[in-house]
């Protein structure tokens, strides 16, 4: 390729400059709160949520993992961040598990042509567009009238499929929106079935899509509160917990909180990431690379 | 998209036939995930408009079909300063992410060369998405309070000898981190629009005389708007479901519909949290539709 791009560089290096100082900047912005954070979790026990550190300890996150000792005489949230945090998890394989399930059907639905595929698309949309309070608060009111108890499960699964599906779909359908079909073609004139096509054929090649997909549906359960706090009940998730933590005093305990939580979302993207630099599609046969997507 | 009537297979009887078989199949597939979203969508949506027709009671509600609950919020000052408020922080908020977010999308799309590093900056833009908002807005604390680090520096350097006090419980500063906090949503779809930009085009307007800012402001502008009316979507239904920001960064002195409706249900007035949801929804649906006017979101993925 030429280089289309080159007046920019000939002409306007000063802007070429700039640009890249104010990237930096912004990228500054986004982690260095994280970096503050993190420093400050390993505050000394006297010190305070802010600056300066009265030197340096682990005490923020042994209490973290013991919160019966003195919690309660400084005023802290008392909170169950261990067992609220193993609720966060089951719940968020669960929506991944069925909302990449439910993405990956919608998405091959939705490459063929059929009536009334339009307006699914947009009810599909529906789930992130309505504001996340009011999902909370229609769900609760629902399940408060038919007279079932809220649970951090049972009534949170709901609200939480409703706002990581749609995600999930979007993801699968610009993967499968840039899909050749000339191998799935290829293997149904060789004789495969429609099923068979599908698994030994399209999956395979879908694989770092619904890896996409899955990382979306985890994360976005795993943190979300805005739907959940009207409708987990008395048992809270991991961000309702944190949630609680800041409405009392709060103290370097939280960024404890915030730095494990962020170390399980890196590692997760971790995992992700590698599984989908490794289930990329590769071919098995010397000649094949000509005809992958 | 190829259909199967474009491109027949030849060995198969014929390309009609293929495409009702696959119409079949598409139908029978996306029946579960409609069935659920239909549910889940639909059960919110009918209980708010039901509930916000009951009638308020000390503790908890009544059945019934009464205006009260819509009577009462359109007459109270504070409510509707509160909608105004909410529409106020959504018109200074989308044009500051615009402004925040456009320039990383540009540096990256047309200066970044190699399409490794590309990809990592565009990574390291993202990956804050799937960390938890919660704890990002928290780790903005210790930064903007009164003894935080931003107040600490510049009086250590001497720019003022008092701290700011507009860093944290400001509107200024929860607007700024309300469009830090949700840029992914921004960056994400304005960078999608300006890759698919073919460079020929730009190669064109170029040796048409055009100088880099017109090609700028009358190519480049233009072709990215899908990308920019689903910037300005996403970020516009999150805003309005939102109600930890204000709580933290701004104070909670400045609240947004969201929070009316917790406080409501925190008070137990169901019927009227109900009301607040019901008018979030319907203001929201012409800037939804309004929106939608500028992109086809289908076609676009």
Redesign the interface.
């Known amino acids: 390729?030429a280089e289309?791009?080159s007046?920019?560089?000939a002409?306007?290096g000063w802007?070429?400059i700039v640009?890249?100082i104010?990237?930096v900047l912004?990228?500054l912005?986004?982690?260095?709160?994280?970096i503050?954070?993190a420093i400050?979790s390993f505050q000394g026990e006297d010190g305070g949520?802010?600056?300066p550190m009265q030197g340096t300890s682990i005490f923020w996150y042994e209490r973290l993992f013991n919160p019966s000792g003195t919690a309660r005489d400084i005023g802290e949230y008392v909170g169950d961040f261990g067992n609220a945090g193993l609720r966060s998890l089951v719940l968020a394989l669960l929506v991944m598990c069925i909302s990449t399930v439910?993405?990956t059907?919608?998405a091959?639905?939705?490459?063929?042509?059929?009536?009334g595929?339009?307006p699914?698309?947009y009810?599909?949309?529906?789930?992130?567009?309505?504001?996340?309070?009011?999902?909370?608060?229609?769900?609760?009111?629902?399940w408060q009238?038919i007279g079932i108890d809220k649970h951090w499960l049972g009534t949170t699964l709901?609200?939480h499929?409703?706002w990581t599906?749609p995600f999930c779909?979007?993801v699968m359908?610009?993967v499968f929106?840039r899909f050749d079909?000339s191998t799935e073609?290829a293997a149904?004139?060789l004789g495969a079935n429609?099923w068979r096509t599908f698994w030994h054929i399209t999956l395979p090649i879908m694989k770092p899509g619904i890896m996409a997909s899955a990382?979306?549906g985890f994360?976005l359960s795993?943190?979300e509160?805005?739907?959940t706090?009207?409708v987990a009940g008395s048992q809270n998730t991991l961000?309702l917990d944190?949630?609680g933590a800041?409405t009392i005093r709060?103290t370097p305990r939280?960024?404890a909180?915030?730095v494990i939580?962020?170390l399980i979302?890196?590692a997760?993207?971790g995992i992700f990431g590698y599984l989908m630099t490794a289930s990329r599609y590769r071919p098995r046969f010397r000649g094949q690379e000509e005809h992958q997507v | 998209m190829t259909d199967a009537a474009q491109t027949p297979v030849p060995a198969l009887s014929s390309g009609m036939t293929l495409t009702k078989k696959r119409a079949r199949q598409a139908l029978l597939l996306v029946a579960a995930p409609t069935i659920v979203m239909a549910l889940f969508c639909g059960i919110p949506l009918v209980s708010v408009v039901v509930f916000s027709f009951y009638k308020p009671w000390a503790y908890g509600m009544k059945p019934g079909f009464v205006l009260e609950n819509y009577i009462e919020f359109f007459t109270t000052a504070t409510y509707l300063q509160t909608l105004g408020f909410t529409f106020l922080i959504a018109i200074i908020v989308l044009p500051l992410m615009v402004l925040l977010c456009y320039p990383v999308a540009y540096y990256v799309c047309f200066f970044v060369k190699s399409e490794r590093l590309k990809l990592y900056i565009l990574l390291l833009c993202i990956v804050p998405f799937w960390t938890s908002a919660l704890i990002r807005m928290v780790a903005w604390l210790p930064l903007l309070g009164r003894k935080g680090l931003i107040n600490q520096i510049l009086m250590g350097i001497g720019i003022i000898d008092e701290p700011a006090e507009i860093l944290l419980y400001s509107e200024p500063s929860m607007v700024f981190s309300m469009a830090i906090i949700w840029s992914v949503f921004m960056i994400g779809p304005i960078y999608f629009s300006m890759a698919k930009i073919d460079r020929q085009v730009i190669e064109a307007a170029r040796d048409l005389g055009a100088s880099a800012w017109t090609t700028f402001w009358r190519i480049i502008v233009p072709l990215t708007k899908p990308g920019l009316a689903t910037g300005i979507l996403f970020v516009f239904v999150v805003m309005m479901g939102e109600f930890a920001i204000q709580k933290f960064i701004g104070g909670g002195k400045t609240t947004m519909l969201a929070n009316v409706l917790i406080q409501q249900q925190g008070l137990l007035q169901w019927p009227a949290a109900s009301a607040v949801a019901v008018v979030m929804v319907l203001v929201s649906i012409p800037v939804i539709v309004l929106i939608f006017q500028f992109v086809n979101l289908r076609r676009e993925l």
């Open positions: 390729m289309p791009t007046y920019h560089v002409k306007f802007v070429k640009l890249a104010y990237v912004f990228v912005m986004l982690y260095g709160p994280f503050v954070m400050l949520p802010t600056f439910l993405a059907m919608a091959q639905a939705m490459r063929a042509r059929f009536l595929a339009g699914i698309f009810l599909y949309l529906v789930g992130i567009m309505i504001p996340g309070v009011t999902v909370g608060l229609g769900h609760a009111l629902f009238g709901p609200v499929i409703l599906f779909f979007i359908l610009t929106n079909r073609e149904m004139c429609s990382l979306f994360t795993f943190d509160f805005a739907r706090v009207l961000p944190v949630l800041t709060i939280i960024f909180v915030g939580i962020t979302s890196f997760v993207i």
